[in-house]
């Protein structure tokens, strides 16, 4: 299994800011992921973050709006930038130990984000 | 392209009634399935999942879930459910081609003293 924490858990963000969101693994995982749950809304996968390479983004989402880095095997940051009040959703991390699809996911408990 | 469909998107009941949460999946192909609670201002909990085998999984928390590939369903019950059972449920399905989860709508499970 794995742990995930994210920092921060929640912000009250001013539109046009940006904000990076950590995702710490407590073990290498080879895939990582982020999702965004708007309000009263199920998960959608913006990007699989690739250590060593560019992240694999969703159709919808662009690097420019969200980059995403991945530094190590245990450890990601999703930007949010040029922050509008509909980006106010929940943002998730997600991590997979290992490639086998059938393994679970591991979620982090997400971070809060208001735009106002 | 996959797709995961929650038919009811709130169900109430009844302390230590049984309940059912509906999940259809669309999908020609072999899928791996998984249902995940989200506690109040939590991340998400994997309950169950099935992968090959018996139809009919077992999970945490008293649920179960069962398999059903003539009807692409994969529905979660619990015979008697409590109050601490109040939480949001996902589906998802893992399609064997590729590595991303697609999830449904969620149903919101209340349960009533």
């Known amino acids: 299994s794995a742990v995930i924490s994210q920092k921060p858990s929640r912000d009250i963000c001013q539109r046009g800011t940006s904000l990076t969101i950590q995702c710490q693994v407590d073990?290498?995982?080879?895939?990582m992921f982020w999702y965004r749950q708007q309000p009263g809304q199920s998960l959608t996968l913006i990007a699989t973050a690739n250590q060593g390479s560019e992240a694999t983004y969703e159709s919808g989402f662009v690097i420019d709006k969200f980059p995403i880095s991945r530094p190590n095997l245990t450890f990601s940051t999703l930007t949010v930038s040029n922050m509008s009040p509909e980006d106010s959703s929940i943002y998730l991390c997600?991590?997979?130990?290992?490639?086998?699809?059938?393994?679970?996911?591991?979620f982090g408990p997400g971070t809060r984000l208001t735009v106002l | 392209a996959q797709s995961v469909t929650q038919l009811d998107s709130q169900v109430p009941v009844f302390e230590e009634a049984p309940v059912e949460l509906r999940c259809n999946y669309s999908?020609?192909?072999?899928?791996?399935l998984f249902w995940y609670v989200q506690y109040p201002n939590q991340g998400l909990q994997l309950l169950l999942k099935?992968?090959?085998?018996?139809?009919l999984v077992k999970g945490i928390n008293g649920f179960e879930a069962e398999f059903n590939k003539s009807q692409t369903s994969f529905h979660l019950r619990k015979p008697s459910v409590h109050i601490s059972d109040t939480a949001e449920y996902f589906c998802a399905v893992g399609d064997a081609g590729t590595y991303k989860y697609i999830f449904g709508t969620g149903t919101r499970l209340k349960v009533l003293a």
């Open positions: 099935y992968l090959s085998g018996s139809t």
């Open positions: 997600s991590a997979r130990p290992l490639e086998d699809l059938r393994n679970e996911q591991f």
């Open positions: 073990s290498q995982v080879t895939m």
């Open positions: 999908s020609s192909v072999s899928v791996y």
